[in-house]
């Protein structure tokens, strides 16, 4: 009688698929111990005493737990990950609310959605996405006869895009509506004293200028818009998840809010550093 290992048993069956629940907590701690497992291999990696053996056996032994070590550690963060689908889906009933509440037309679309983000800053992207979304049906997108006399379609496009970039994700939300108007930013800001009249700023500096707290260019206060509270807060917000906002927009032609995020929060890089002593010779 022939007996299949566990490995081979999962092999076989590698095309099933079983969920499993998991205490949060339990699963946080798997990740902790993983991440002091990684620590723990380093130390021992990087012991003067051990490099000092020069044994070929011993090397490869702690190349190999370097390996498991590392196939460990990628697995448990692997396990923290979720896609960010339904975080856009739940996006397309607030665009829905607030198009019929600003007698607007929106055909919201996304990409992406199979990206896999750490469910912590996921759940933490929930409130900034919302509130960039209210501020593109509010501010960027133009009602349709607007639209129509500018030789636009009616209906609006947004895109609530992620992808994968320099081992980053990056989050895109982008609108054909009237894109940044950097002279009337800057206006805004010279009369609100954030910057001086005569001060030369680049596009992007401009841009940036809405972050600032208690901004706003909106003519009137309404219950979504014009209270100067938000921008500020979602860059706080995206600054917390050791993430960053980048700005891009054409006047007329729309206008694209990128968040560029890390992966997970749970492991940060780290350096090995060997500082040696060095004697300076006198003469």
């Known amino acids: 009688m022939l007996f299949r290992s566990a490995t081979a048993e999962l092999a076989h069956r590698k095309n ?3 969920a499993v629940k998991v205490d949060t907590a339990k699963l946080d701690y798997l990740v902790d111990m993983a991440g002091e497992m990684v620590i723990a291999e380093s130390l021992v990696r990087h012991d003067p005493e051990l490099t000092a053996v020069k044994s070929q056996a011993l090397q490869r032994k702690i190349a190999q737990m ?3 070590t590392a196939e460990l550690q990628k697995t448990a963060m692997a396990m923290r990950l979720v896609p960010i689908g339904p975080l856009f889906r739940r996006m397309s009933r607030l665009v829905r609310d607030l198009a019929r509440q ?3 037309q929106v055909q919201m679309e996304t990409e992406g959605d199979e990206i896999e983000l750490d469910r912590t800053i996921v759940e933490e992207l929930a409130d900034p996405l919302m509130h960039m979304v209210r501020n593109a049906l509010d501010h960027g997108i133009e009602p349709p006869q607007e639209r129509q006399s500018k030789g636009k379609p009616p209906v609006a496009r947004l895109l609530l895009k992620a992808q994968h970039q320099a081992g980053q994700v990056v989050i895109e939300i982008t609108d054909d509506g009237r894109g940044l108007d950097s002279a009337r930013i800057k206006a805004k800001a010279v009369q609100k004293g954030l910057i ?3 001060k030369e700023l680049a596009e992007n500096e401009i841009f940036n200028l809405i972050f600032e707290p208690g901004f706003t260019t909106a003519a009137q ?10 921008m500020d807060v979602v860059r706080r917000h995206i600054e917390k998840l050791r993430g960053r906002i980048e700005i891009r927009s054409s ?3 729309g206008a694209a809010f990128l968040l560029k ?4 929060l749970a492991i940060i890089d780290g350096l090995v550093v060997d500082r040696k002593s060095t004697r300076l010779n006198s003469s």
């Open 261 to 264: 995020l890390p992966l997970t």
């Open 16 to 18: 099933e698929t079983m």
């Open 66 to 68: 370097t390996r498991i």
């Open 196 to 198: 001086s009249s005569d």
């Open 221 to 230: 206060v309404t219950n979504v818009s014009g209270r100067g509270v938000g």
């Open 251 to 253: 006047v007329g032609r």
């Open 102 to 104: 600003f007698g607007k």
